[in-house]
């Protein structure tokens, strides 16, 4: 059944890659990846942490509409479907509609660029609890030091409503990323995120009456015993999930990424998240992420 | 005053030569690396007589598919050039470069506009929407000019028989040759030349990945 899933991923978006560029296909972006990640269940308890793999397809297409000479308009609609074979509950669909104005200070590609965004995104979970909507807005400044470099910052805000509050997700980030085309054909880029806020981690049933118990110090005791959690049996029978708040995530991102032709592009893509919750308890996580990428 | 007469006894000659049908071919072989070079430019500047630099055609470089084509034209100062949008989204044309500073905002699908470059030298153009799009127009001052095909090839056909400066551009040469050559009537001598180009650092295009994770 996954292989059939993979193959008729592939084959699709093979043969879209293969058609050619004409009507609405013009301005559409496919990319289909898998993700391994050491920690998929965002546990901080190592011996119970799940490890696993999920595989993303998305499709968006933007249109670009000039306001005038300085600013463009850029609308966008995105889905994008992804498959966690081992936790099939966490399989989602998302539709996500994306509006974002850019301010080009002069004519060029060295021109700084300033960005505002707004975007909202539906997305459906199998485990329906976690099904949600959510709103966000950022700001983003770029800059290309020459046809090779190119700088960019900014500031994300996010809030997720869920239809179970322990999903919920209120959180705003700064980043910072540098891309480098080191030839014509190969690019290498990375980023650094502080994000700070809320974020869904999971317990097995043997730990958490143990943190809720007070068994396990009298600080994870008082702190635990406020955070919003329910059975979701996500990762198993009896695993809890549940949501920690004045959290901070840091992030580090590097990615190297061949053309395969001027439209086409493969990324192999290493990121770490040190996630650390109020009381300082971590649940750091590694993300390896192989995509195809592929602009009409 | 001699000068005067001198082009005018050239001019004289000239047309005698055209009139008897007396016109030189001239080919260049461009190479780099050993390989074939397209995109590069050959033009000739007579001498010893004034050339008549008055347009008889124009030149045509088109958006489509989010990219200008062709790469690199040769037109004459003073050619029109028209750049039809071809695609189903906007553009936003415009060269920054000295012999040509111009802006084309808000171009919309479908339509053409034109551009007169009155002034001899490289142009270079962008598109402030799609930063990869890139394209270069060369404006010679003088009617004999050809641009290397993917064979490496350019060939200038009813040049009259003289002295002339030899120019040669790519879009990565360092710095543009000049030499001076001579013509005699019918086909010339092939010149082959090799040319040194800095690296090709055009604007990717491909896409980059996306975030994962939290």
Known sequence: MKFFKITSLLLLTGSLVGAQPVGLLSGLNLRVSSTWTDNISSTSHLPTLKSGQYFTASGSLAHPWPLNRDWLLVLEAEAILEDVPTFSALNSISGIGRVNLRRKFGPGAYAPMFEVSAGATATSFKEDPRSGFQLEAGTRLSKRLSPNLQLAGGINWEDYNAKHRTFDLRTHRVFLEGVWDITERWRLSAGATRIWGQFIANAAGSIWPLAIGGQLGPEIFHHYNTLAWEVSDTYGSGWVAYRNRESTVDQWWMELSPALTDRTSLSLRYEFNKAINAIGIRYDSVFWTLGLNHQF | ?214
């Open chain 2, 1 to 214: 005053m001699p000068r005067l007469f001198a082009y005018f006894l050239s001019a004289l000659a000239l047309l005698s030569a055209n009139l008897r049908g007396e016109e030189a071919q001239f080919t260049m072989k461009f190479f780099h690396d050993g390989s074939p070079l397209e995109y590069a430019v050959a033009s000739l500047t007579p001498l010893d007589f004034p050339v008549s630099l008055i347009p008889t055609s124009n030149a045509v470089v088109t958006q489509a598919d989010k990219e200008y084509d062709p790469y690199v034209t040769v037109v004459m100062v003073g050619t029109e050039t028209s750049f039809p949008n071809k695609d189903t989204v906007q553009h936003h044309l415009y060269s920054v470069s000295k012999a040509k500073r111009f802006e084309k905002p808000l171009y919309a699908s479908g339509t053409t506009e034109t551009v007169v470059f009155d002034k001899v030298g490289v142009v270079t153009l962008g598109c402030n929407i799609h930063d990869w799009m890139l394209a270069y127009v060369y404006v010679a001052p003088t009617p004999w000019f050809a641009k290397s095909d993917a064979d490496g090839l350019a060939e200038i056909k009813g040049i009259p028989p003289g002295r002339y400066q030899l120019t040669v551009w790519h879009p990565r040469i360092k710095k543009p040759i000049e030499q001076e050559i001579t013509l005699v009537a019918g086909p010339n001598l092939p010149e082959e030349m090799n040319l040194n180009l800095k690296r090709d650092r055009r604007i990717r295009r491909a896409p980059a990945g996306r975030a994962s994770g939290y």
